[in-house]
């Protein structure tokens, strides 16, 4: 490898280095929100910073607590949905398919989009 090409393979390195720092710390200052669906239809929307425990339809028990989301009781049969970890990042959800429930966490500034091309 000649030296240009170790300056530009470390420009490169250091780039990717920042840009996974901006984006580990970015995500820790937005207020997050829990979207809560059920039936296909939004149920609610609620603060991840603000603690409390919320009934969805007599069917699931969400808690949310110290900045994390996780499904506390459902009466569906498999339980997959109380098994499931806590969520807390931008795109993660939990999923109670015999109850049609949804619980995602979305950031302040939804897009809308997937990716970007050039």
Same mark, same amino acid.
């Given at each position: ?7 530009l ?39 991840? /910073?603000?603690?409390?425990?919320i009934? #969805?339809?007599?069917? *699931? %028990?969400? &808690? $949310? ?22 969520? /807390? ?5 939990? #999923?109670?398919?015999? *109850? %049609?429930? &949804? $619980? ?15």
């Open positions: 490898m000649k030296k240009n090409d170790l300056i393979a470390g420009i490169i390195l250091a780039a990717a280095v920042c840009l996974l720092a901006l984006q580990m710390s970015g995500d820790r200052d937005n207020a997050h929100l829990v979207k809560i669906r059920s039936g296909g239809k939004v149920f609610g929307a609620y603060d991840l /910073s603000r603690d409390r425990t009934d #969805i339809n007599g069917t *699931n %028990r969400l &808690v $949310i607590e110290d900045g994390q989301a996780w499904m506390e009781w459902a009466d569906c049969p498999d339980q997959v949905c109380v098994r499931h970890r806590a969520v /807390s990042k931008t795109g993660e959800s939990i #999923i109670c398919l015999p *109850n %049609r429930v &949804v $619980i995602s966490v979305e950031g302040p500034e939804e897009s809308g989009l997937d990716g970007m091309t050039y």
